[in-house]
């Protein structure tokens, strides 16, 4: 297997021709930022886990700024080959493996998608999502969806994770949310007991989360309501009386 890994603390890294992709084939691709900008200035998807590789972009802090869409967990093959003008070119392409892995992890700073361009995630394999702290993710839509592998009978559904604590949830913000039926949400409840926080705002939410996961020291009393174009998650709080 061959590995890659870039480690961003500080300064820029400018990506300006050809396709971003972290983990491709029978790769493994690790980009760490805790600082710094990642700039790409070109308009081509970046995809995060193609190809039957396995890719993840772990942030905790700087600037990520893309100028194309994101695709994390495979690609849809009539995007790339739109992409590439050469459709012919992608006849024998292993980007038809649909056992592509994706995780995007947004814990703090920024990770910006251009004006007009959408975050995709299990489009071609398995894709997950993971907030926390004070991470922001902004794109024009964002698409939870599933991946349906027909020949070996198995269904790859997107993931969001949020992890609840003092410094937040995390935010994904869009114009559009779409959820696809059996789109995962696990919420890590850890040992947190205050108010209920947003980690998702859109003027249109299309779909809902139905499959929940909640773990954590507070699990029981975990909870994920939507109010006014946001999803809130938090933990169940009351009072409890006593009459003798």
């Known amino acids: 297997r061959f590995y890659g890994f870039v480690n961003l603390s500080a300064g820029t890294i400018t990506h300006a021709t050809g396709n971003l992709v972290v983990g491709c084939g029978y790769g493994y691709g690790r980009v760490t930022q805790t600082g710094g900008l990642f700039n790409g200035t070109i308009w081509t998807p970046a995809e995060i886990g193609f190809a039957g590789g396995e890719g993840e972009w772990l942030q905790s802090g700087g600037e990520t700024k893309l100028g194309g869409d994101v695709f994390v967990g495979g690609v849809a093959t009539n995007f790339n080959s739109t992409v590439a003008g050469q459709t012919a070119g992608w006849k024998n392409c ?31 394999g398995a894709g997950t999502v993971a907030l ?27 993931t969001v994770k949020v992890t609840l604590s003092a410094d937040g949830a995390g935010l994904i913000r869009a114009s559009k949310l779409v959820i696809a039926e059996g789109t995962k949400l696990i919420v890590d409840v850890g040992s947190y007991e205050g108010r209920s926080r947003a980690f998702a705002e859109a003027p249109v939410i299309e779909g809902a989360f139905q499959d929940i996961t909640y773990i954590g020291a507070n699990k029981d009393y975990g909870k994920v309501f939507a109010r006014n174009g946001k999803l809130y998650a938090g933990v169940q709080r009351g009072s409890i009386i006593f009459v003798r």
Do not use: M, Q, W
């Open 132 to 158: 926390g702290g004070t991470g922001v993710i902004t794109a024009n839509e964002v698409v939870l969806t599933n991946t349906v592998d027909e020949a070996n009978g198995v269904t790859h559904p997107a």
């Open 94 to 124: 292993p980007c038809l493996r649909r056992d592509s892995k994706g995780l995007l992890s947004v814990t703090g700073g920024t990770f910006t998608l251009a004006s007009g361009k959408n975050l995709y995630v299990s489009a071609f």
